[in-house]
């Protein structure tokens, strides 16, 4: 686990979801499956990906994107369920264990 020292020396602008553009933001935390995955795919070309993922693991995001993975209330999941009430046949999105 990497303490907060290290997390320090990591030069975060060098993530790829780091471009000061706004617009790009709103990708990581939308409630749209294709935008979700468009977040997801920008990240699996980063070279923070995996000290992203970990942090937000060791921090317990609530949401949103983060190393590539899908959060939603401090756990990964492999996808987030529409809004509204669920169909009776739909399932609950799994919980996906990250090594």
């Keep these: 686990m990497e303490t907060l020292e290290t ?3 990591i ?5 790829k979801c780091a471009t000061g553009d706004a617009r790009l933001l709103h990708l990581f935390f ?4 294709t935008e979700i ?3 997801k795919a920008i990240c699996q070309t980063c070279p923070l990906r995996l000290p992203c993922l970990e942090s937000a ?3 317990g995001e609530p949401w949103g994107v983060w190393g590539g993975q899908l959060f939603d209330r ?3 999941i492999d996808r987030k369920r529409g809004r ?3 169909r009776k046949e739909e399932q609950r999105p799994q919980v996906v264990e990250v090594a």
């Design 74 to 76: 401090g756990r990964v």
């Design 7 to 9: 997390l320090e020396t």
């Design 30 to 33: 939308s409630e749209e499956q």
């Design 11 to 15: 030069n975060w602008t060098d993530a």
């Design 57 to 59: 693991i060791d921090r």
């Design 84 to 86: 509204g009430r669920p």
């Design 37 to 39: 995955q468009e977040a």
